[in-house]
């Protein structure tokens, strides 16, 4: 957060000053579905709380908990990938 002086004050800067709107879109669209991943993670109990389906020859619970960690590491590798392509194409910043 900056001043009209240009002082830069106290307080939390989520995007870059001059960053466009479409990475700004981007980026919350990417936080907003990770926190739902996470708290799906957190309270799979919900959905995934039987033991007796064997998917991959593990518990449906715990095969729930591996589906679940693994989109979010595909989200987080489609986020690198892209932000990597928008630095190259700013000139590296």
Request: net charge negative; aromatic share 20%; proline share 3%.
């Amino acid at each position: 957060m900056s001043d009209e002086g240009g002082k830069s004050g106290y307080g939390i800067t989520v995007f870059r000053a001059g960053t466009p709107s479409g990475v700004r879109a981007r980026g919350i669209i990417f936080f907003v579905i990770l926190c739902f991943l996470i708290f799906l993670e957190a309270f799979y109990f919900l959905f995934a709380n039987s033991a007796k389906p064997f998917v991959w020859g593990m518990p449906y619970g715990m095969f729930f908990i591996v589906l679940v960690i693994l989109v979010e590491f595909f989200a987080l590798l489609v986020l690198y990938f892209l932000e990597e392509k928008d630095m190259r194409e700013e000139g590296g910043r």
